[in-house]
C-alpha cells in the first residue's frame, strides 16, 4: 500500500511539473521576429559637393603640380538588385602648382563626365569603378609672360560610398586624369599633364 501511495505520489508530482512548465509564457505577449532589412535603394538623381588632395606631371618641363582641390557633382543612379549603374559630372577649382627652373605651371581648375558602375554590400555601402571623359586649364608662366590652355584627356578611378540615411550619403574616391599635349606658343612646346585625384565628399539624393 505504501509503495502504490508514494508511486502515485511521485506521478501527481511529475504531471503537476509538466502542467506548471506548459503553463509558463502561457497568456504572455508574443513578439514574431523582426522583418529583414529593407535594401538601400540607391536609384535616382543626387547632388553633392567634394573636397580632396591633387598631384601630377607637367610633360616636357620636371614640373609636379599639387594642391588641394573641390567643387560639386551631381549625377543619376540605377539599381537591378545588388548591381548599381550611373553617370556623374563635376567641376573643380585647385591651387595645384610648382615652379621648376623659371617655369611655373598650374592647374587651376577641371572637371569630369563619367560612368559608374558598381555593387552594394552591407545593405547600405556602395563600392564601384568609374571612368569617361576629363578635362581642365593648365597654366604656364616663364620671366612675367603667360598662356593658358583647355585641355581634354580621360580619367579612371574607384570608390565607395556609404549612405547614412535614405537621402544623405558619404564617399571616398580616387581618380586618375590624363590630359592631352597642346602647343604653347610663348614656349614653341607642347605641354600635357597627368594627375592624381584622392578626394572626399557627400551627396544628397532626391
Known amino acids: 500500500m505504501r509503495k502504490f501511495l508514494f508511486a502515485a505520489a511521485l506521478a501527481i508530482a511529475v504531471l503537476t511539473g509538466h502542467a506548471q512548465a506548459a503553463d509558463i509564457g502561457y497568456g504572455q505577449p508574443q513578439y514574431a521576429p523582426p522583418p529583414p532589412p529593407v535594401a538601400y535603394r540607391w536609384m535616382g538623381p543626387y547632388f553633392g559637393a567634394n573636397v580632396g588632395y591633387l598631384w601630377g606631371d607637367v610633360d616636357n618641363s620636371g614640373a609636379q603640380p599639387s594642391g588641394l582641390a573641390g567643387g560639386i557633382q551631381a549625377g543619376y543612379n540605377w539599381q537591378n538588385g545588388i548591381f548599381v ?18 617655369w611655373k605651371f598650374s592647374n587651376p581648375w577641371f572637371g569630369t563626365v563619367r560612368g559608374r558602375a558598381g ?88
Open 85 to 102: 549603374f550611373g553617370v556623374e559630372g563635376d567641376i573643380n577649382i585647385a591651387n595645384s602648382d610648382d615652379t621648376f627652373a623659371p
Open 119 to 206: 555593387v552594394t554590400a552591407w545593405n547600405n555601402m556602395l563600392f564601384y569603378a568609374t571612368g569617361g571623359l576629363a578635362f581642365g586649364g593648365l597654366e604656364a608662366e616663364y620671366k612675367g609672360m603667360s598662356e593658358s590652355r583647355n585641355q581634354l584627356g580621360w580619367t579612371i578611378g574607384a570608390g565607395a560610398e556609404f549612405a547614412l540615411t535614405p537621402n544623405w550619403s558619404v564617399k571616398a574616391e580616387y581618380l586618375y586624369m590624363g590630359f592631352a599635349s597642346r602647343t604653347y606658343t610663348f614656349a614653341g612646346t607642347d605641354y600635357g599633364f597627368d594627375s592624381n585625384l584622392i578626394r572626399f565628399g557627400f551627396n544628397y539624393r532626391f
